[in-house]
Structure formats: structure tokens, C-alpha cells
């Protein structure tokens, strides 16, 4: 079995956009409406700016995505990389997905001078996600994210 990573393109809007239901649900029993999802990822994928998505294949099927936006750190005088919207299918999972996108940012990072780190954020009771991310040398001990979203 090979992963392989590629920036998902306008073609993938309704595998990442599914892949996001799914994640809503299955995280947090929020059922999150199918058009507005469908306009996000598509918003995301026609604008740069925005953020990029992108995709594990194994033998040419997604497999998992991840979208990185970004935040302007005046500390560092350059680009820290958000990881949101992480999804790996339960047909993947265990098999290193996450672990080879996270890779494939953390490289992305490593090779750009404007780029100055990665941050995601996960839910408190996502034991499973936080272990991940703490194997693969993320440390969840500095910030706590507080947020206010209208209804």
C-alpha cells in the first residue's frame, strides 16, 4: 500500500465536503448542512487565500484530507499553518494517514522561510486525535482556544 499526497483540486469538492459531514457527525453529533459545506470547500479550493486542501490517495481513492489556512504571527514576523477539518475514511484508518499528511505539511513548512509552524486544534474529549498528534511531536500544552460563533 502507497500513500500519496496531492493538493486536492475543484474535481474533489464533494468527497472533501462528505468527508466533512462525516467528521461533524461523528465527532461532535453535529449535523452540518450539505449545501453550506458543498460552498465552503468550494470557496476554499477556487481562492488560495483562503486555505488549501489536501488529499491522501491510496491506489488512486481518497483516503483522508486536511485543509491548512493560515495565521500571521508578529512574533515570528512570518505564517503559521492551521490544520482544520482533518478526516481519514474508517476503511483507512490505523494504516498512517494522518501521520503522512501531517508530514507532508510539516515538510511544506520546513522547506518555506515565510512558513513558521503548524497549530491545529482538537476537541477535549477526541482522545484518540490527541494521542496522534502528541506521537507525532505536537505538544497541546501552551494555548487553549476559546471561540464565540454566531447561531
Not at 4 to 32: N, S, Y
Not at 94 to 101: N, R
Not at 113 to 123: A, M, N, Q, T, W
Amino acid at each position: 500500500m502507497q500513500i500519496e499526497i496531492r493538493k486536492a483540486k475543484l474535481t474533489d469538492r464533494d468527497q472533501i465536503a462528505q468527508f466533512q459531514v462525516e467528521m461533524a457527525w461523528e465527532t461532535e453529533h453535529f449535523r452540518l448542512d450539505g449545501i453550506t459545506v458543498l460552498k465552503g470547500v468550494e470557496a476554499v479550493l477556487n481562492s488560495e487565500r483562503l486555505g488549501a486542501y489536501y488529499l491522501a490517495t491510496v491506489d488512486h481513492e481518497i483516503a483522508g484530507s486536511l485543509l491548512t489556512t493560515y495565521e500571521w504571527s508578529d512574533w515570528r514576523n512570518g505564517t503559521v499553518l492551521w490544520i482544520q477539518s482533518v478526516f481519514v475514511d474508517r476503511k483507512f484508518r490505523k494504516l498512517g494517514i494522518y501521520g503522512t499528511l501531517y508530514d507532508h505539511i510539516k515538510a511544506l513548512v520546513a522547506a518555506d522561510e515565510s512558513l513558521k509552524g503548524i497549530r491545529l486544534y482538537v476537541d477535549e474529549s477526541n482522545k484518540g486525535a490527541r494521542e496522534v498528534y502528541a506521537r507525532l511531536g505536537m505538544n497541546g500544552e501552551h494555548y487553549r482556544v476559546f471561540e464565540w460563533m454566531k447561531d
